[in-house]
């Protein structure tokens, strides 16, 4: 069983910044693919980002060019940096990975952004 635990949400003005981490029990992470997703009150989960083993990312499109997913697999640790930060990304952060026929979720980390 693997486990992800993220860390790093908290209150920020909009305009700023937070960075989210996601880290996992063992080597996990290193061969498989980790996205963030998030929650808004009321709402439907939505994907954010996702980093390939290899190191390719994509974006949602809500976050595009503010938001930046990285990698350390010698931390076993997955990233989001989040700039400029608006109310709407007012949510709980998740972070997902899923191998052969397996998949894990963290149990999420709360961002508030206020106005």
């Known amino acids: 069983q693997v486990q992800l635990v993220e860390s790093g949400g908290g209150l920020v003005q909009a305009g700023g910044s937070l960075r989210l981490s996601c880290a996992a029990s063992?080597?996990?992470?290193?061969?498989?693919?980790v996205a963030w997703f998030r929650q808004a009150p009321a709402k439907q989960r939505e994907w954010v980002a996702t980093?390939?083993?290899?190191?390719?990312?994509n974006y949602a499109d809500s976050v595009k060019g503010r938001f930046t997913i990285s990698r350390d697999n010698a931390k076993n640790t997955v990233y989001l940096q989040m700039n400029s930060l608006k109310p709407e990304d007012t949510a709980v952060y998740y972070c997902?990975?899923?191998?052969?026929?397996?998949?894990?979720w963290g149990q999420g980390t709360q961002v508030t952004v206020s106005s």
């Open positions: 997902k990975s899923t191998g052969v026929g397996v998949t894990f």
């Open positions: 063992g080597s996990f992470f290193r061969n498989n693919a």
């Open positions: 980093i390939t083993s290899g190191g390719n990312t």
